[in-house]
């Protein structure tokens, strides 16, 4: 099975194991336990791009200069520069854990983050709709309140509390794809469009920055369209997409054709708005154009996933 290459994204909440007692030292073991199991997949043969989120961390980097600015009057950081930031210390923990895990079992294969800009539409839609969650999650009443006193749009965020939403446009093109594009294919293990990517638009024939969020999931999703991958695998939190989920008629599926997919994303009932819902569509994206194959499952079942004993595996028709 040699030369098959994985696009596999990691949800940012997933690189956050203690929700209540956020720390560096537990981000970096969250991060060490996902590419323990990217690690099996490599050493089972497969090339691996990885994605991942960054939805909490930025919204941690944004209010820190936030609050840094209102105390001591501190220079602010523009939300594309805390992306860009996020970037860089997610990929410096999944970049290291995994060269460790690799050099642990003797696997001599190169790793390296690519930084990566996303380019989007300046008159993306998103950027008069703030959909995506960012930071840490909040009680209700102080959401609101901090609606009111520092301007926030706020949301509750799939049954889980209330956070902070921005904008978060289509992804379209990742202006690194040459890079990246040689270096999977020179064998090296690629971490990039981390946070969807960094989004820019294009003014006046320049690259800008602008304030955004990309979806992790569309961006994975194209990503593994433009290097045309065997394999796009979205790891979250659970092992199994369900049907009616959280209703007491919830049913756990293991396999679903791209036709199934589509009729169920359309029914508007099984996969939670900004949870499930956007992975099923960059999964559907995926397939549509082409894509043969895609898993949804968590971590720890990658492994079992992959010999086809669980996760939910989304295919052609
Ligand atoms: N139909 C569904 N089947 C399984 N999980 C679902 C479904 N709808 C919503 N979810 C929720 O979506 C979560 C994954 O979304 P999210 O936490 O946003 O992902 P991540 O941060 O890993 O990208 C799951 O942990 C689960 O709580
Ligand atoms: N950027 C992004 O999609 O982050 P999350 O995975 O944390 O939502």
Redesign the pocket.
Known sequence: MKDQVAVVAI????LIKDKTKVSVEDQYLAAKETTFHIADMIEAGWNVAIGH?N?PQVGFILRRSEIAHKVEGMHEIPLDVCGADSQGAIGYSLTQTLQNELRKRGINKPVATVISQMRVDANDSAFQNPSKPIGGFMEEEEAKKRAANLGWQVVED?GRGWRRVVASPIPQEVLELPSIKELIAAGHIVVTVGGGGIPVVMENNEIKGVAAVIDK?YASSLLAREIKADLFLIS???EK???N?GKPNEKQIDRMTLSEAKAYLAEGT???K???AP?MQAIIWFLEAGGKQALITNPENIGRALKGETGTWIVQD
């Open positions: 949800g940012g909440n997933s989120g939805g799939a999931d979250t939190a659970v997409v369900a049907l989920f099984h996969f939670a900004g949870s499930m992975k």
